[in-house]
């Protein structure tokens, strides 16, 4: 056939078949084809009786269109497509490459496992184009500065619940923490920093976004205004006892090392939960005191300066007093204070107008006066009012019939006549 009668070769074999017939024909000598084709002599040789021997073919390398003797068995490529579509579905061809080697001790090329998804039809997810952006670099330090944020996600799918992930990662390592609540809030956002303290130290600065939980949106009052201050969330007061600075960023991609976080845990450990059949918050938080550290192993960076800033953690009983929501409430006549629509008995005799109302990560209640504590029970039964008798609510009306003397029973003519009557008496 004619098929059979084309010889393929590469552009460079080309080029040398075409010095190699020089050589042939005495044009020039195998010495100076040597030369221009980068060769030694003994390899131009060799070539020259290939080519004698097989014609223009021989000059293509002879181990095009063989099986590679490195090619992975047949059995344990269809192995990995089956874990791919089953357990380890909708992983991508890296994730799928550190699963195969950590578990099932199969060294297995990204590359290869690329082409093999789309050989076999198996969607995966690629990168996508992003708009410019300003490069920002990165803090030089260690503890220097934290990125912080929640995000909101199905990261139990419909097995349980839907929760909230918040994180943390340092700007200068990718050193990163996180923990699972069920809502993004004050006192989430407290028990995560406390934690998070306990673990690597306080840091220098925290960047967050403009969530109502880490930036208060509430009007200047005359007072703040008169101090030179602006109104604060009850996280941003806190962080400042610690003498952390809070900087607000005014997009997401201003804070992206964060928000790529979120993106590599919403593919990763979504799948790793969903691997271990995880279902409650609880339980993921546990599995989180192992993988964290994992995580972490497989990211993290040296920064560019060795030292670290985190400041030593507090102690316990500190951080709960700082990490806390304090809330100013009056003291009544009877030495009663009202909060969250519940009555609360004081035992203390103080004389002020307002203490203030102090509510912990773990859910207790304190009240203190110039930061001491005041002794309270909380009133859980009032004096019911005594119930009034209903009114009535239709009353009987009273009927009056007028006489027929009464001027609204006299007619216009008659009312005319009488003032005629008045006007002539001298």
Known sequence: ???????????????????????????????????????????????????????????????????????????????????????????????????????????????????????????????RNRPHRQWRERKSYCGEMVQMDG????????????????????????????????????????????????????????????????????????????????????????????????????SPQAKGRIERLFRTLQDRLVKELRVRNINTIEQANEFLTEYVPQFNKRFRRKPAQEGNLHRPALTSRELDEILSVKTERALRNDFTVAHNKKLYQVHDTVRAKKIVVQERIDGSLYFLHQGRRLRYKEITTRPVKEAKPPRSIHRARWSWTPPVTHPWKRTYKQKQASLRRTAQVP
Not at 68 to 91: A, D, F, M, P
Not at 185 to 199: E, H, L, Q, V
């Open 1 to 127: 056939m004619a098929e059979e009668d084309i010889i393929r070769m590469s552009i460079q074999e080309g080029s040398r078949l075409h010095i190699i017939r020089q050589a042939l024909e005495k044009s020039i000598t195998q010495k100076k084809a040597a030369q221009l084709l980068a060769l030694c002599e003994r390899q131009v040789r060799r070539i020259v009786l290939r080519i004698r021997q097989e014609g223009d073919g021989g000059i293509c390398h002879r181990a095009r269109g063989r099986v590679s003797n490195r090619r992975i068995n047949q059995k344990v490529k269809k192995r990995i497509l089956t874990l791919c579509r089953g357990r380890y579905r909708e992983h991508g061809p890296t994730l799928i490459h550190e699963k195969l080697s950590e578990e099932h001790q199969l060294q297995i090329g990204i590359e290869t496992l690329r082409q093999w998804f789309i050989e076999a039809g198996i969607p995966y997810q690629k990168r």
């Open 151 to 250: 995000s909101h996600h199905a990261w139990l799918e419909d097995r349980g619940p839907w929760c909230v992930l918040m994180g943390y990662i340092d700007d200068a390592t990718n050193e990163a923490f996180f923990r699972f609540y069920g809502y993004e809030g004050t006192m989430p956002a407290m028990d995560s920093f406390k934690r998070y303290i306990r673990r690597y130290g306080v840091p220098q600065s925290v960047y967050v976004d403009n969530h109502a939980t880490y930036k208060s949106w509430a009007q200047e009052t005359v007072e703040d205004d008169l101090l030179g201050k602006k109104p604060r969330s009850d996280f941003e007061k806190s962080l400042e006892m610690l003498e952390v600075m809070v900087i607000h960023a005014h």
